[in-house]
């Protein structure tokens, strides 16, 4: 594993948001608006939702409601030189990094030294593993996820 790998899923660190910057519920998936905003952003908001719950279910005790995060000093270790989790919006680092390092990050959890995320791979189905990584993207701003946008395609050249 590079080192940047190891730095994602140390860092691995999700709430939609209207172009104005105002919080939408996930629930709400259902709203035409936020249907078709999901969709402008290649998102299936069938999987969004599938997302929320299982990361209800396994991922906000660490990383918050919404993936807020739940730790202020998220970037600092703590006595055994782990990082807490971090938050999973715009204020982490999970929207600096691909589709494929994310699921990476989920599947394997962090390496040792660098957090607690556990490994999912054998816990949650894949599908469930690729609903939270869309529920996660889903809890970008609309900037936000544009500049994820280039990384994901820079990710994707030969």
């Not at 905003?37 to 599938?50: C, H, I, N």
């Not at 919404?66 to 938050?87: I, L, M, S, T, V």
């Not at 957090?115 to 990584?133: S, T």
Request: glycine share 10%; with cysteine.
């Amino acid at each position: 594993m590079n080192r940047a790998s190891a730095a994602v899923l140390a860092m691995w660190g999700g709430l939609v948001l209207s172009s104005a910057g105002m919080p939408f519920p996930v629930a709400a998936a259902t709203d035409a608006g936020v249907e078709a905003r999901l969709k402008a952003r290649g998102l299936d908001p069938a999987q969004v939702a599938r997302g929320r719950v299982v990361f209800d279910g396994h991922c906000a005790r660490c990383h918050g409601a919404e993936g807020k995060g739940k730790f202020r000093n998220w970037r600092e270790p703590d006595a055994d030189g782990n990082y807490p989790p971090p938050p999973l919006d715009d204020k982490g680092y999970a929207r600096h990094h691909p589709t494929e390092a994310l699921l990476e990050a989920v599947h394997v959890g962090s390496p040792q030294g660098y957090g607690i995320m556990p490994r999912w791979e054998n816990r949650l189905a894949e599908p469930d593993i690729r609903a939270v990584v869309a529920y996660v993207k889903s809890l970008w701003s609309d900037a936000a996820y544009r500049e994820w946008m280039d990384i994901e395609r820079a990710s994707q050249e030969p």
